[in-house]
């Protein structure tokens, strides 16, 4: 199953494109806010703890939820939106993996998240590609005011609580120009579904059905009369087209002659006549052809070397290009300062940040290793810093040692088990010692069982990062030439 993160910022106009979505055979639509409405409908799984957390001036005589009274609270206060977002984050997240574990089930070929907060909230983790419909800002702010009847204060304030829409814009795989008219709008989107459709299509395991489906039906044609697409292989061609059979012309020899004896010269007078050897000149001919032979060997074989050389270094430099190293001396640094795998920790930060010093998540983790400032608090009192300040995360050298220190207590908490430190890295020491007190997760209460797990971001976070850390030990940290040799050639 492929899925397509759909998201825009407010008012944008992405409910058009969802709802013509959902008219289209084939599709499912997962829609982020008819997903919160049910966690927060009188019965919902997220009721008692708004109660909780927010009171009952946010609910209504009869008990149900006052959607506008929190929306005005949690837009005008940031940390009113940051105490929702805790609450509703973790629920979200369950029934949105509910859902796409129903949709695989059921045989959905491609599957669309509807979410407005698809990458603050990181579900784009989650999808193949992403659609955004995008506005430009003035006739965005336009929009809102005219739908919402709010006024231009109002509107910024919620335009402002998230990414704008250039932000989406420039993270997302496709673009949807919203500004002209509805019709203008629909008539993008059956190309952009098409070419969905195609990728889902081209899986290895269809390709495989298709190869072997084509493969039977050439086996069910009547050999004795090929199709005539079939001409264009040359076994079916020699099957069809056969050289007529050659008799030997015989050739009667003429008969002796004896010459007369006045024509016949003396021994002495005939001139000598010498013959190559029959033997000598098949040897010859043996030779000449065997050095041919070998001199066309050499050069099919040359041809094919060079040929395998040059797609041996154009798989070596995508390889390099999905998987580059920056500063490699202060990753080698922190993890020889705090006993790590230096590959460990190069994969830990391709997977959290892509190694952009300036990355920002939207829960507030910095840097190139993502600490939240909580985190990066705790970490700093622990080492006993002083004049710690959490905009420190933007720097490459305090972000790495502030990670590689936290990868070291994981390490040493969880007993040196990669599996277990990327788990906890992604999802938290508190949910991994959850997991291994599972039997059917780990058998020893060490070490965790990855296929074990349900399919989610943690398994999927967790492989990719023993995939890099394999990737970085072979090309960076194991001794070999592949650096020193394949990275200048390809000028990085």
Same mark, same amino acid.
């Given at each position: ?37 049910? @966690? ?5 799984? %997220?009721?008692?703890?708004? !109660? =909780?957390?927010?009171? /009952?001036?946010? +609910? *209504? ?30 629920? @979200? ?5 509910? %859902?796409?574990?129903?949709? !695989? =089930?059921?045989?959905? /070929?491609?599957? +669309? *998240? ?379």
């Amino acid at each position: 199953m492929r899925v397509i993160g759909l998201t825009g910022s407010i008012a944008c106009g992405k409910s058009t494109v969802s709802q013509w979505l959902r008219e289209q055979p084939g599709c499912r639509i997962l829609d982020g806010d008819q997903l919160s409405r049910q @966690l927060t409908a009188p019965s919902g799984a %997220a009721i008692p703890f708004i !109660r =909780e957390a927010f009171g /009952s001036a946010v +609910f *209504l005589p009869d008990g149900t939820l006052n959607r506008r009274q929190l929306g005005h609270i949690v837009f005008e206060n940031s940390e009113a939106r940051k105490k929702l977002d805790t609450l509703m984050a973790p629920l @979200l997240w369950e029934k949105t993996e509910q %859902a796409l574990a129903a949709a !695989r =089930e059921d045989g959905v /070929s491609l599957c +669309f *998240l509807d979410y407005p907060l698809l990458f603050e909230k990181r579900y784009d983790r989650l999808c193949d590609s992403v659609w955004c419909v995008w506005l430009p800002r003035p006739l965005q702010l336009q929009r809102l005011m005219a739908r919402d009847h709010l006024s231009e204060q109002e509107a910024l304030q919620r335009m402002d609580a998230v990414l704008s829409s250039d932000d989406k814009a420039e993270r997302s795989t496709v673009i949807i120009d919203n500004s002209g008219s509805v019709s203008y709008t629909l008539s993008l989107l059956p190309p952009l579904l098409e070419a969905e459709r195609q990728k889902a299509e081209t899986t290895p395991s269809r390709r495989r059905r298709r190869t072997e489906t084509r493969s039977r039906r050439t086996d069910s044609e009547p050999s004795s009369v090929p199709p005539a697409a079939s001409l264009s292989s040359d076994a079916d061609f020699r099957h069809t087209v056969s050289s007529p059979a050659r008799s030997p012309a015989t050739e009667e020899a003429p008969a002796s002659m004896d010459r007369p004896p006045r024509s016949r010269r003396g021994p002495s007078t005939r001139k000598i006549q010498w013959h190559l050897p029959s033997w000598l000149l098949t040897s010859m001919i043996v030779c000449v052809s065997l050095l041919l032979l070998g001199f066309t060997a050499q050069a099919l074989m040359s041809a094919y070397l060079t040929k395998q050389s040059e797609a041996h270094l154009s798989d070596a430099q995508a390889v390099l290009r999905q998987y580059p190293l920056e500063y490699r001396d202060l990753i080698t640094a922190g993890a020889e300062e705090n006993n790590l795998q230096p590959a460990f920790v190069a994969a830990i930060i391709r997977n959290e940040s892509s190694f952009q010093p300036r990355a920002e998540s939207g829960v507030g983790a910095r840097g190139l290793m993502q600490l939240m400032p909580e985190t990066a608090q705790w970490i700093a009192d622990k080492t006993k810093m002083t004049g710690y300040a959490f905009d420190r995360m933007y720097d490459p050298e305090s972000n790495i040692r502030f990670g590689c220190w936290y990868l070291n207590y994981l390490s040493r908490l969880f007993q040196g088990d990669p599996i277990c430190v990327a788990c906890a890295y992604h999802a938290g020491q508190g949910q991994v010692t959850a997991w291994l007190s599972d039997p059917s997760l780990s058998s020893d209460g060490v070490k965790l069982n990855l296929d074990a797990m349900a399919d989610g971001p943690t398994k999927t976070y967790a492989r990719r990062v023993i995939k890099a850390y394999g990737i970085y030990q072979t090309l960076y940290f194991s001794g070999s030439d592949v650096y020193d040799v394949l990275l200048p050639r390809f000028g990085q």
